[in-house]
């Protein structure tokens, strides 16, 4: 007699496994007709039982929606910067300003390699290569 295996997929968070419901959906779907269990840590094991289903489209439904939400909230945080402050600024702010990147650049030039500009300056190999495109 033959044995069945069965594997568990064992997930942190429903909020990530899937980009939004339909992902998903379509997902857990192929999971389940491969025999494999699913099991979300803060909600338990997902069976391929109706009420798994339904619990499970449940719960990827409202994971969407407060991606969604966060995702309506952060824009309408940056559009309200963008428009009542002029100094608001997108992205991470530079580590190292334009004059200590030219002042390294200066010192490339004079022929010092990459460890010894690093050691100067405190910039990083891979920083000085990624900025002088070498």
């Not at 963008?82 to 530079?94: I, Q, S, T, V, Y």
């Not at 190292?96 to 010894?116: D, V």
């Amino acid at each position: 007699m033959r044995k069945i295996r069965y594997d568990t997929l064992i997930i942190t968070k429903l909020d990530r496994f899937a980009r939004n419901t339909r992902e998903a959906l379509e997902i857990i779907q192929d999971l389940f007709s491969k025999g494999v269990k699913i099991n979300i840590l803060n909600m338990g094991i997902i069976d391929d039982t109706p009420t798994g289903q339904l619990v499970f489209t449940i719960f990827s439904a409202f994971a969407q929606f407060e991606r969604d939400m966060i995702l309506t909230r952060t824009q309408e945080g940056k559009n309200y910067a963008r428009e009542n402050d002029p100094h608001f600024k997108e992205g991470r702010p530079l580590k190292y300003s334009k004059e200590q990147i030219e002042f390294a650049r200066e010192l490339r030039n004079q022929g010092m390699t990459y460890k010894m500009i690093e050691r100067k300056t405190g910039i990083s190999v891979a920083t000085l290569k990624r900025r002088f495109h070498d």
